[in-house]
């Protein structure tokens, strides 16, 4: 037996029962003198005690706010509903009439005083008229009391029988309908969903599996469907409920139920429509600013204008953060605008959201600061080479939080903004004339080799490397006279192509002042001693221009 099957035989078996209860309790109003009873008085005034209520039938008649002439209301409301009782256990019309006194509102049954509605019963409803509780609390009790005799009604009982088993008929045959209507637009659906994934493709792949778009469409028809039921069966008992006396304020309350909260959605929604234009409004508005400064900071990437303040590496990061700043402020003056924004629990997400942010992205917020001092201090730019700690290479992307950079040998480097603002950065590209970048390399040689012809060497090998410019031309400088060897460092200006070529340009000037030493005779060593040389490690000035080294015009040999 299928689920659907096991719910109707369910509602089938609920109906029989209720279609008992309901007779049972038309029998018992025929036979009893009064209405049904609670099984015990003390039972009867804790339910009395909690609520305040006079109810007839299962039916509320009035609420007692208050305590009457020293009478707790318990006992008012038990008093009142035992009169009620002993009224219609008498017969007769059943007229309920209103007498107004100066302590409040006599409520009478055929002349009877069945109970008074206080002053101080309307006085808890902030000012409410007397004139107007009395006529609901008439209208109330005339209802109870029609319904009283409707329940000892046996013709009326067995018409409202035949009503509910024909709305449980339609009502099987509505789920039966949904339910195969529901399997036929499944079928479809999951059909087209899974030829629609087929046609979304990149590059030969599918950019959303068959399966799981045929499941997400299945479990939407799904919920769907059970919403569907549910809706349906909730009508159906409302329904139900409302062709019984006894039962009727069950039913009532339902349908009462269902129509306030759509009528309050609805109305919810109407109301929040001007506030949502006024939203859509300056989010509209927001985007257009940003259109119009898009265009703004492309002309400055492009070279179209030029500011002195801006220029074109830091327009792009520049009109990201305005564009940020814009729908920031966009957000916060169309927040109040937003429906539900003034709840309670809005406030209490708001405050949760803006807590997990502060608290989880206090690292995000400083690299994005890193990001932006680098950004705007020019430190570097894209396309400069740089070093930063033992990383070197050339800029290929600066971005809020990271820094991208190509070595030129196959590697590319992700440098937090923060580690890049924290270390020591030297930039290659920055101080050369013209576009290019500087290499340099250094060497130790020992005491013994002349420093000219050293200078003469590396200088000789820069110009060999092609990749390096004449102009301005390869200089070398003693950057330490150590205690067992010279240090120099050649400095030249290569042109530039990219991170690549630049791991060429030096590997190649490496190589040839290998070569240019070995030439001449000079070792490229990093003497260290153990004791005293035989000899003082000296130049004769007889060697100190030599080959390929030459003396400076106005030198003395």
Not at 264 to 280: N, T
Not at 303 to 310: A, C, N, S, V
Not at 328 to 337: D, E, G, I, N, Q
């Amino acid at each position: 037996m299928g689920t659907l099957e096991r719910t109707l035989a369910g509602l089938a078996l609920s109906v029989l029962a209720l279609g008992a209860c309901v007779a049972r309790a038309g029998d018992q109003a025929a036979s009893a003198p009064h209405p049904p009873q609670l099984p015990s008085e003390a039972a009867q005034e804790t339910k009395a005690a909690k609520s305040g209520v006079v109810t007839l039938f299962n039916r509320p008649i009035a609420r007692f706010r208050a305590n009457f002439l020293a009478v707790p209301i318990a006992e008012r409301v038990e008093a009142a509903e035992r009169r009620i009782a002993a009224r219609l256990e008498q017969g007769g019309p059943g007229v309920v009439t209103v007498e107004h006194v100066p302590q409040g509102a006599l409520v009478k049954i055929d002349g009877a005083l069945a109970f008074v509605v206080a002053n101080e019963d309307v006085d808890q409803l902030g000012g409410e008229a007397l004139d107007a509780v009395a006529n609901d609390v008439r209208r109330n009790l005339e209802r109870a009391i029609a319904e009283t005799r409707e329940a000892r009604d046996t013709r009326r009982m067995l018409s409202a029988a035949l009503w509910a088993g024909g709305a449980t008929l339609v009502y099987a045959a509505a789920l039966l309908v949904l339910r195969l209507s529901g399997r036929a637009l499944t079928r479809r659906a999951v059909r087209l969903a899974g030829r629609k994934a087929g046609e979304i493709t990149f590059h030969g792949t599918e950019v959303i599996q068959r399966e799981r778009l045929g499941r997400l469409v299945l479990r939407v028809l799904q919920i769907g469907f059970w919403a569907l039921v549910l809706l349906v069966t909730y009508q159906w008992l409302s329904f139900v409920l409302g062709l019984f006396p006894y039962t009727r304020p069950w039913g009532e309350h339902l349908y009462a139920f269902l129509k306030d909260t759509v009528e309050g959605i609805l109305i919810a929604s109407a109301s929040a429509i001007p506030d949502l234009f006024v939203a859509a409004m300056i989010l509209l508005l927001a985007r257009a600013i940003n259109g119009t400064l898009s265009g703004f900071f492309d002309g400055v990437q492009t070279g179209r204008i030029e500011l002195d303040w801006l220029d074109r590496d830091s327009a792009l990061p520049t009109r990201r953060l305005v564009s940020l700043v814009v729908w920031v402020f966009a957000l916060a003056m169309a927040y109040p605008y937003i429906p539900g924004s003034g709840t309670e629990a809005f406030k209490g997400l708001s405050v949760l959201v803006g807590l997990m942010v502060s608290i989880g992205a206090s690292g995000i917020v400083g690299q994005a600061a890193s990001g932006l001092i680098l950004m705007y201090t020019r430190t570097f730019r894209t396309g400069e080479y740089v070093r930063v700690a033992e990383h070197e290479g050339t800029v290929v992307e600066m971005g809020l939080f990271t820094t991208r950079v190509r070595t030129g040998l196959g590697e590319e480097l992700t440098l937090p903004n923060s580690t890049v603002l924290g270390t020591v950065t030297k930039n290659y590209s920055r101080a050369v004339r013209g576009h290019g970048f500087i290499v340099d390399v250094p060497v130790t040689i020992g005491y013994d080799a002349p420093w000219r012809q050293v200078h003469a060497m590396l200088v000789e090998a820069a110009r060999r490397t092609a990749g390096i410019l004449a102009d301005p031309a390869p200089r070398v400088f003693q950057t330490a006279l150590s205690d067992f060897y010279v240090e120099y460092r050649l400095v030249a200006q290569a042109v530039p192509s990219g991170p690549a070529a630049r791991a060429e340009v030096m590997s190649a000037l490496r190589a040839n002042v290998q070569d240019v030493f070995n030439e001449y005779g000079v070792q490229i060593m990093s003497p260290h001693y153990l004791g005293d040389p035989a000899e003082a490690k000296v130049v004769p000035r007889a060697h100190w221009y030599a080959s390929p080294a030459a003396p400076e015009p106005g030198t003395r040999d």
